[in-house]
């Protein structure tokens, strides 16, 4: 394939690193995370976290109902009332922004879970397809 | 020659490496021109306030160098500092060529508060024409910045450039393309501009290198020590220069810090000379500005120097170190010190915290006769590469070269085509040809039967030129005029014919001085994303293997998830060109093969600038400006060994034949973008190939045209 024009370059160590090359495509064991299933398994124990993380956050994008310790040292219900109301008014642009974020990045992850297992799904035919060529050239009708 | 130096600091006592320089050129180029003139401001140093008048202005003579110092501007400090921390914050990994790092107008008030002095630059716009050549340096200060569009014919930028956020600024590439000359003071700092501001600036370029002034020998009745410190009473690594963070010596106290803790029976100490920050380190000796004697007394008692920083252009102190025999450790991120010293062997290149560790352990447990002989390697080096005077012969003979004025002759020359078509390569020929001999003093013109409307500013219809009396050169079959001579090409080949006698064989040249343009920023953007980019240049036809070239891609892929490819040229067959989507689309690679049709030189730019490898599988090639150009943007070539190929390429890039090898070939694509050995040697044999220069280019035409030779 490779003329031998270029002094510089030994064609033959040149060769082997090609073979190296399609060998680690061909073989299971490549390092390539689409290989081994880990894309698959990686993808459920990350999208896992992801989702708890975005429970977090939308628990905390939520307008407060209560002033957790802080209202210890407000004796007025009436005072409570008005810091809440007042925190809900400050904080209102604020909560759009994350409520929107939080249902962009959960898409984003639904997307993500899907494209993964299309990866597998993907993966599996190339697989099947491969499988028979890598067994040998078809034998002759004869 | 008349010289002018214009740096924003001026002064004996100033230390920094560019101000340095300016001193030594000034005094350097005194004896070796006709009268040089030092343009600065008033301000005193650039540890201090930028916009303080310290010194007095007028003009003075200082031992045969008239010094002219101007007030400085008012400017807004704080709006300075404020864009140059969010200059300095942007982070390193991101720095790419054309990247946007500061909007319109935070570009504006960098310059504007930079540095400035509207009276100097009033002076020059006034009296700049008496001057042969204007050095600028160094590059990244408003004085610099704006003074070179004053005097932009003599502008001679000596940058000092090195890896930092300020050189991917766009008014520094601005600078870079448009000015008349550039001076490098070391083989690192041009390599970094090539890769920075595109080959269109090698013909302007010259590495100069840079000289030391050798340190003076102590004398031996001088024992005292220094700020409390014997330097022949301790073993210990000195560092010599301001301490910062750009200058990375925090890398350097962490790491000795650590090593301390793991040796902590150790008596190797770390020595600072000169200003900068505090040093946390109970190990750490800080001495603070030291004379030039002390300076070498220090030098002579070291271990090793140390210099950890990336930010060097020409590391003086480095020289200075291997000059008194001592090894030094430089950081091997840095390209300018990198270099020298993979050359010399001289010490060591350590890139993070842990190799920084080890280095204070060799050099700890290494005995000063090792030490005397790793340091040794390099003074034959330092003898001979920064000696001033070979470094000031460099620079006048540059200097005469940026400035040689060609006095237009009489004789006009016009290039005939039949047709002047767009990216054609009978037209890019003509005209570079003719901006070559335009360059050397010949009134030259392309004109055309025909004209491409994109090329109505630089080829004229034939009707509406003025022919007389010109030497009229036809390119390839062109009947339009009678010709002196004709210039036929083919497979990488031209010959200069008369009356069908073939006179002289046209080395084959790509004018580098027409990629000397800003490249398409919005091209280049998508481009610069961490993917790696193929491109492949070429009408789409059969002829070019444009479907090989996909399929191969397709199986490249698999290897590279991360890639794309770039198809550029025109459309030769339609039919084809469908062909070429069909297979795009069946392999399902629409979003990673674009098909660009033709392009402009600056959205070419940008992807020559950004492509890892370059494909060409072509059976045949008319001029093979495209190989030359991918050649000089250092991008390893993969082509099909066609005649053309073979006689372009030579001894260089890689030939491929059987095509049909598709998955083979991707795999060789693989290995020419990924594997840093088989790439670099293939980069170094494209740049060692034998290549034209103008002057062989010129000496040819010239001689085939006896009445330009005679004019």
Partial sequence: VIERNNPLVDVDELMAKIHQQLASQNSPANGSTLEDGRLASDATTLAAGIENSLAAAESFAQVRTTLGSTSRVLSSSLLRSFLLRALAFIFRDQRNVDNALIDALRKTLHLNVRLSEECEFLKSRVAALEGPRSEGPPKSAN | ?711
Wanted: with cysteine.
């Fill in chain 2, 1 to 711: 020659l008349k010289i002018a130096v214009v740096t924003p600091w001026f002064g004996e006592g100033l230390t920094g490496g560019a101000e340095r320089l300016a001193w030594e050129i000034a005094f350097g180029l005194r004896d070796r021109c006709e009268g040089v003139t030092v343009f600065t401001t008033c301000a005193r140093s650039f540890a201090d306030p930028w916009n303080e008048n310290v010194h007095s202005p007028g003009e003075t003579l200082v031992d045969g160098v008239r010094l002219s110092r101007f007030l400085v501007d008012r400017s807004n400090p704080r709006r300075f500092q404020e864009i140059n921390r969010k200059l300095l914050a942007f982070p390193r990994s991101r720095l790419k060529p054309g990247i946007s790092i500061l909007n319109d107008i935070e570009l504006r008030d960098f310059v504007g508060h930079n540095i400035n002095s509207t009276p100097l630059l009033t002076h020059l716009a006034r009296r700049g024409d008496e001057y042969d050549a204007i050095i600028f340096l160094p590059y990244l200060y408003g004085l610099t910045l704006r003074g070179w569009r004053v005097v932009r014919e003599r502008a001679v930028i000596a940058p000092c450039l090195h890896d930092e956020v300020y050189a991917y600024l766009p008014p520094v590439a601005e600078m870079m393309r448009g000015c008349a000359g550039l001076l490098f003071n070391s083989n690192g700092s041009y390599a970094l501009a090539r890769s920075l501001y595109g080959p269109g600036i090698e013909p302007r370029s010259a590495i100069v290198g840079s000289g030391i002034t050798w340190p003076t020998a102590p004398t031996l009745e001088d024992p005292k020590p220094i700020r409390g410190f014997v330097p022949e009473d301790r073993r210990y690594v000195l560092h010599l220069g301001r301490r910062s963070p750009e200058k990375n010596t925090g890398l350097l106290v962490d790491a000795f810090n650590r090593y301390r803790e793991i040796e902590p029976e150790s008596d190797l100490a770390l020595v600072f000379a000169g200003a900068g920050d505090a040093v946390q380190s109970p190990h750490a000796v800080v001495l603070g500005e030291v004379s030039e004697v002390q300076k070498s007394r220090l030098l002579r008692g070291a271990l090793a120097l140390a210099q950890p920083s990336v930010n060097e252009s020409f590391s003086r102190v480095m020289m200075e170190a291997w000059a008194v025999g001592r090894p030094v450790a430089i950081n091997g991120n840095c390209p300018s010190t990198a270099g020298p010293l993979r050359e010399t062997g001289a010490g060591w290149a350590p890139v993070d915290v842990v190799d920084w560790i080890a280095v204070f352990s060799a050099i700890d447990s290494a005995s000063p006769g090792e030490l005397a002989a790793l340091g040794g390697r390099a003074q034959e080096y330092v003898a001979t590469t920064a000696n001033w005077e070979n470094v000031l012969d460099r620079l006048a003979s540059a200097l005469t070269t940026a400035v040689a004025t060609n006095q237009p002759r009489a004789q006009p020359i016009v290039h005939v085509l039949d047709r002047a078509v767009y990216a054609d390569s009978a037209t890019l020929l003509a005209l570079q040809y003719s901006d070559l001999l335009a360059r050397n003093g010949f009134a030259s013109s392309v004109i055309a039967g025909d004209v491409d409307d994109r090329l109505g500013s630089q080829v004229r219809r034939i009707e509406d030129a003025d022919k007389e009396g010109a030497v009229v050169l036809a390119y390839d079959n062109s009947q339009q005029l009678k010709a002196d001579a004709r210039l036929t090409f083919g497979e990488g080949s031209l010959e200069l014919t008369r009356s069908g006698k073939s006179v002289a064989s046209i080395p084959l040249w790509a004018d580098l001085g027409a990629w000397n343009v800003e490249p398409n920023a919005e091209v280049m953007a998508p481009l610069v994303d961490g993917r790696t980019n193929i491109l492949a240049l070429g009408a789409i036809c059969a002829q070019n293997h444009v479907l090989e070239i996909v399929e191969a891609f397709a199986f490249y892929f698999a290897l590279d998830f991360d890639a794309r490819l770039l198809l550029v040229g025109a459309t030769e067959d339609a039919d084809y060109l469908t062909r070429v989507r069909d297979a795009i689309e069946r392999t399902g690679l629409e979003h990673r093969v674009t098909v660009c049709g033709e392009v402009s030189r600056p959205a070419l730019a940008a992807m020559y600038r950004t492509a890892h490898l370059f494909v060409s599988w072509r059976e045949h090639y008319e001029t093979g400006l495209a190989l030359l150009e991918a050649i000089a943007h250092d991008i390893p070539v993969c082509a099909l060994a066609s005649p053309g190929a073979q006689r372009i390429l030579g001894t260089s890039g890689i030939l491929v034949r059987e095509l049909s090898r598709a998955r083979e070939l991707a795999a060789l694509w693989r290995v020419l973008v990924n594997d840093p050995v088989t790439r670099a040697r293939v980069i170094h044999s494209q740049r060692c190939r034998p290549s034209a220069t103008p002057e062989s280019v010129l000496a040819a035409l010239r001689k085939a045209l006896p009445r330009a030779h005679e004019a």
